[in-house]
Nanobody, 126 residues
Framework: QVQLVESGGGLVQAGGSLRLSCAAS????????MGWFRQAPGKEREFVAA????????YYADSVKGRFTISRDNVKNTVYLQMNSLKPEDTAVYYC???????????????????WGQGTQVTVSS
């Protein structure tokens, strides 16, 4: 069984930065990709970013391109989300996810992702 544990959330002022981490554990952890989704109050969960576990392919939602950067450490089984120039509309619970599926198709669809973390709150004040 794969477990994903997020950390790094918190309260930050608009224009500030945060770095989220997601550590994965499991007897054999070899996903196709890992990623981040978020859910703001009263809204559906949405895709934020994803990275293949091998190679250099990354994927971003238009709303975060140029501000967020996803990266990984395969040795530590950890994925990171560096969030810069944060805006109040980035306020949400951020969820880490891992998938066994080829994310070149349907990366933003939740059903394509197999494992989920419990989420970490990010609050951006204006």
């Amino acid at each position: 069984q794969v477990q994903l544990v997020e950390s790094g959330g918190g309260l930050v002022q608009a224009g500030g930065s945060l770095r989220l981490s997601c550590a994965a554990s499991g007897r054999t952890f070899s996903p196709y990709a890992m990623g981040w989704f978020r859910q703001a109050p009263g809204k559906e969960r949405e895709f934020v970013a994803a990275i293949r576990w091998s190679g250099n392919s990354t994927y971003y939602a238009d709303s975060v391109k140029g501000r967020f950067t996803i990266s990984r450490d395969n040795v530590k089984n950890t994925v990171y989300l560096q969030m810069n120039s944060l805006k109040p509309e980035d306020t949400a619970v951020y969820y880490c996810a891992a998938t066994l599926h080829d994310i070149r198709v349907g990366v933003s669809f939740e059903y394509r992702w197999n494992y989920w973390g419990q989420g970490t709150q990010v609050t951006v004040s204006s």
